[in-house]
């Protein structure tokens, strides 16, 4: 199985960019404006993009400030089957480093360039998002 990887840095406390990944607020800041579900260990929260398919993601692990992980329940393309862990470390008061995997891919399937592309995309959005508290989602 394939994976993406992305490795970011962000002036903000883990606290703040923890409720960006784990909380449909949160989400909504920097992925896409409109997310309906719950976000709690074990909940489904779905992604919808306008004219787009949607993702259905259940939340499978929550550890406050350091950790959440989604696995794909429904998406576009191979992505059902497919998850994506958030793994922050605090670097100080007011700066973390965010890794965001995204794993289980079938081998050698294309659109893991495209993924990872995107990924890239969210990621800027999430540091934009939780340094500044702006929402400035990527899907619009």
């Not at 794909?72 to 470390?89: D, N, Q, Y």
């Not at 294309?110 to 340094?131: D, P, R």
Request: proline share 6%; hydrophobic share 35%.
């Amino acid at each position: 199985m394939a994976s993406t990887q992305h490795k970011i840095t962000v002036n903000a406390p883990a606290a703040k960019i923890f409720n960006a990944i784990s909380t449909i607020e949160g989400l909504k800041g920097w992925y896409t404006p409109t997310i309906e579900g719950n976000t709690a260990k074990g909940q489904e929260a779905t992604f919808l993009f306008s004219g787009k398919k949607s993702f259905r993601w259940k939340f499978v692990e929550i550890k406050p400030f350091t950790h959440v992980k989604w696995e794909c329940l429904e998406g576009p393309g191979a992505a059902r089957g497919t998850s994506v862990s958030f793994s922050i470390e605090e670097k100080g008061p007011h700066q973390a480093s965010v890794d965001c995997d995204h794993d289980n891919w079938p081998d050698g399937h294309g659109a893991i360039k495209t993924c990872n592309t995107l990924w890239g995309i969210l990621m800027g959005h999430l540091k934009q998002y939780a340094e500044s508290g702006h929402p400035d989602p990527a899907f619009s």
